[in-house]
């Protein structure tokens, strides 16, 4: 069964570094999604992404991050300076048609350490 | 999207089956009900979704009410497997929220051998 791949399933970083999570949707698909959860707290909506441009993004998707599909495959959320309050578990996710029908399915996850 | 309200935690016996509900009584005519669960920290994962008729898979069974205004997830054989935090999401087919997921507190089931 076709998944969603991410990597690394665990980075760690300094303060004010760029980070870079990697996420393989599933081949078909067309929309992709980043989600993040902070320990112990809900899980968030980043940003939504079709025909490489964003088509939607939370008040938390801020200029400090931002998202890119750089060979068709890949689908990345950079974050450019990262704060100690990044520190999370990233989601990506993907989906294969417009329609509210068409499920979403979602990677394991990397989780995000800024010391 | 419409609010969901579920209970923070519930028990099951493994064997038994798992009744989860959620209340959505502000759901409008072409919001779908889904439920996604996540287990430890891992990606949440899809288990049914449904929009007035009742629903099944081989994970669960879902009724939704006739006036919509709730549902119930059903596990027939809850396993030790099983034990996870279990969320209802309304999604509005004819928005433009591009598919966006709103998840909120869910449900943790804990299944006891």
């Known amino acids: 069964e076709p998944e969603v791949t991410q990597t690394p399933s665990h980075q760690v970083t300094q303060m004010g570094q760029e980070v870079i999570l990697r996420c393989v949707p599933i081949s078909n698909h067309l929309y992709f999604y980043w989600y993040r959860q902070i320990l112990g707290q809900k899980v968030e909506f980043l940003v939504s992404f079709y025909n490489n441009e964003i088509s939607e993004k939370s008040e938390i998707f801020d200029d400090q991050f931002s998202v890119e599909r750089p060979d068709g495959s890949n689908f990345t959320l950079k974050i450019r300076s990262t704060k100690l309050e990044d520190s999370a578990m990233y989601f990506c996710?993907?989906?294969?048609?417009?329609?509210?029908?068409?499920?979403?399915?979602f990677g394991p996850g990397t989780r995000l350490l800024v010391l | 999207d419409a609010k969901t309200t579920q209970p923070p935690s519930m028990d099951c016996a493994e064997g038994r089956a798992a009744n989860l509900p959620c209340n959505h009584s502000t759901i409008s005519g072409n919001e779908y009900v889904y439920w996604y669960r996540q287990i430890h920290s891992q990606g949440p994962q899809y288990i049914i979704h449904g929009l007035k008729n009742n629903e099944t898979n081989e994970m669960a069974s879902l009724i939704i009410t006739e006036d919509r205004k709730s549902s119930t997830l059903i596990l027939p054989h809850a396993t030790l497997r099983d034990t996870a935090v279990y969320y209802c999401?309304?999604?509005?087919?004819?928005?433009?929220?591009?598919?966006?997921?709103?998840f909120g507190q869910g449900t943790i089931l804990t299944v006891h051998p």
């Open positions: 996710a993907s989906r294969q048609l417009r329609g509210v029908q068409e499920t979403q399915y």
């Open positions: 999401i309304a999604v509005n087919a004819g928005g433009t929220s591009y598919g966006k997921l709103t």
